[in-house]
């Protein structure tokens, strides 16, 4: 079984980019699922689903075992939160710049 890849940021954010893909992440969100599971839910063959899943995999975004005969696929949260870190880091620079913004203006109201 090949391994699954180090999550990247940049492919990670392409792939999220991708309304389908953002279907499939949430439709394995909370438990893993078989492809053809997913493309019912997410209204794409199984062939596209397939596809899509190879893009989240590459990205690091999802992951795929083997129990038995079927392949599930699931979440990578690794990859998430890769991402989620890269978009943290904009947070603390808005909400100084909104708190700035706020005290300038409650103190041009009382002045």
Not at 1 to 24: C, G
């Amino acid at each position: 079984m090949a391994a699954e890849s180090v999550p990247d940021l940049d492919q990670a954010l392409r792939a999220l980019a991708d309304a389908n893909r953002r279907a499939i992440l949430a439709a394995v969100r909370s438990e893993p699922r078989s492809v053809g599971q997913i493309a019912e839910e997410v209204g794409l063959s199984q062939q596209t689903t397939s596809h899509h899943l190879g893009v989240l995999r590459t990205a690091g975004l999802a992951s795929g075992t083997r129990v038995g005969t079927r392949h599930l696929f699931a979440v990578n949260t690794d990859g998430l939160a890769a991402v989620r870190a890269y978009l943290d880091e904009f947070w603390p620079a808005k909400l100084a710049s909104l708190k700035a913004a706020i005290e300038s203006r409650t103190g041009g109201d009382n002045g």
